[in-house]
């Protein structure tokens, strides 16, 4: 199922999708890491970006 962009908030924005490129760009930006400790950071703790900024460290 492919990713709706006319339906955002929250929920979109507390999710990191990383086979999404676009938002793969913003979260390695955001979070100033490259796109393999990203896709590390989620398989480890799942896409919550709370998560993975604690297991990120930032």
């Known amino acids: 199922m ?6 955002t ?6 999710r990191i999708n990383v086979d999404e490129d676009y938002e793969l760009r913003y979260w390695t ?3 100033d890491v490259t796109p393999e400790q990203l896709r590390d950071a989620v398989a480890a703790v799942g896409p919550m970006a ?5 297991h990120l460290g930032k």
Do not use: E, P, T
């Not at 908030?9 to 507390?14: E, F, K, L, N, S």
């Not at 709370?50 to 604690?54: A, E, F, G, P, Q």
């Open 2 to 7: 492919s990713d709706d962009k006319s339906k």
């Open 50 to 54: 709370k998560d993975v900024r604690r």
């Open 9 to 14: 908030g929250a929920a979109d924005r507390d």
């Open 29 to 31: 930006q955001a979070l």
